[in-house]
T-cell receptor
Framework: GENVEQHPSTLSVQEGDSAVIKCTYS??????FPWYKQELGKRPQLIID?????GEKKDQRIAVTLNKTAKHFSLHITETQPEDSAVYFC????????????FGKGNQVVVIP | DVKVTQSSRYLVKRTGEKVFLECVQD?????MFWYRQDPGLGLRLIYF???????EKGDIPEGYSVSREKKERFSLILESASTNQTSMYLC??????????????FGPGTRLTVL
């Protein structure tokens, strides 16, 4: 099945700087790549997603880029703010038509004021 | 707005008890999922269902079973709870689309402690 890895596991950034989290996936047939943000004590919530027919997608301070050849996708957060501190999970769709997502283990992002 | 609810936020049970965790979604989604979340291990899929009465094993099904008698409701059952099943349990649902896998919407989670 699909295997998703996230790097780094923990990322500390100064407020106002950019943060980048990278995920790699194993199955070249995967076609859907969402990113979730989980604040402490809360449920994971979708912040941005991308499908394999698109190379980049932006939503205000957040962007996701996809490199299908290298089988990796990245989350970019610009002008980081303290409320961006959270655990971020990437995921990739599993093939086989069963609507599963394979999740990475998560990245802890800490924004230092 | 998608709403996924879970029957309890916190639950404390004793070893050997039968435990039921319930999940309800109000968006008519075909697919429902149960995950457990442990520090450093991310979200691990226990079971999922793509239709009423249909179920498939995820990556860690041992010690668990599920039931989906109605489209909006998906239950996770621990037949005989053990201490290593102490964890956060998250339910999710997603629609079936022509493009394949789609966004999963999560419930608030149930923190289960087995003593």
């Amino acid at each position: 099945g699909e295997n998703v890895e996230q790097h780094p596991s923990t990322l500390s950034v100064q407020e106002g700087d950019s943060a980048v989290i990278k995920c790699t996936y194993s199955d070249s047939a995967s076609n859907y790549f969402p990113w979730y943000k989980q604040e402490l004590g809360k449920r994971p919530q979708l912040i941005i997603d991308i499908r394999s027919n698109v190379g980049e997608k932006k939503d205000q301070r957040i962007a996701v880029t996809l490199n299908k050849t290298a089988k990796h996708f990245s989350l970019h957060i610009t002008e980081t703010q303290p409320e961006d501190s959270a655990v971020y999970f990437c995921a990739a769709s599993s093939t086989g038509g069963n609507n599963r997502l394979a999740f990475g283990k998560g990245n802890q992002v800490v924004v230092i004021p | 707005d998608v709403k996924v609810t879970q029957s309890s936020r916190y639950l404390v049970k004793r070893t050997g008890e039968k435990v039921f965790l319930e999940c309800v979604q109000d968006m008519d989604h075909e697919n429902m999922f149960w995950y457990r979340q442990d520090p450093g291990l991310g979200l691990r899929l226990i079971y999922f269902s793509y239709d009423v009465k249909m179920k498939e094993k995820g990556d860690i099904p041992e010690g668990y079973s599920v039931s989906r008698e109605k489209k909006e409701r998906f239950s996770l059952i621990l037949e005989s709870a053990s201490t290593n099943q102490t964890s956060m349990y998250l339910c999710a649902s997603s629609p079936t689309t022509s493009g394949g896998a789609d966004t999963q919407y999560f419930g608030p989670g149930t923190r289960l402690t087995v003593l």
